[in-house]
């Protein structure tokens, strides 16, 4: 886990590979308030179910972006949405290179995360 402090800019997205605040990461990563976790790893592989995301729920996100791969292979599961809707999280789900792109836009919410899957 990497403490990060907001703006958070994600400088370069390639597959496999993911620059955040000047910090290379490759392994997939969970961007919340103040912090980075990589490896961010899912119980399901290419299946993000609600369990996946505890800690976005816990950190205080009001949107989350998703980011399903380089070629958008990883999964986003109905229940998941629904589960992220009733807990007042708003959802974005792109492939990676669509979602980093969204996140630097948003970039000065401090209630934002991103969860990035950054290979497949």
């Known amino acids: 886990m990497s403490k990060i402090q907001y703006p958070v800019l994600i400088t370069r997205y390639s597959f496999g590979h993911i620059v955040i605040d000047?910090?290379?990461y490759s392994r997939d990563v969970?961007?919340?308030p103040g912090r980075v976790e990589?490896?961010?790893r899912r119980r399901q592989g290419h299946v993000l179910v609600p369990d996946d995301?505890?800690?976005v729920v816990a950190a205080g996100a009001a949107m989350l972006i998703i980011g399903t791969g380089y070629s958008g292979v990883m999964q986003v599961a109905d229940a998941t949405l629904a589960f992220l809707k009733s807990k007042g999280i708003e959802a974005r789900v792109e492939k990676t290179?669509?979602?980093?792109?969204?996140f630097n836009q948003s970039t000065g919410r401090s209630d934002l995360a991103a969860a990035l899957h950054l290979t497949c």
Do not use: H, N, R, Y
């Open 38 to 40: 990589s490896p961010w």
């Open 30 to 32: 969970i961007i919340l």
């Open 22 to 24: 000047g910090k290379e």
């Open 53 to 55: 995301l505890e800690t």
């Open 97 to 102: 290179d669509q979602a980093v792109q969204i």
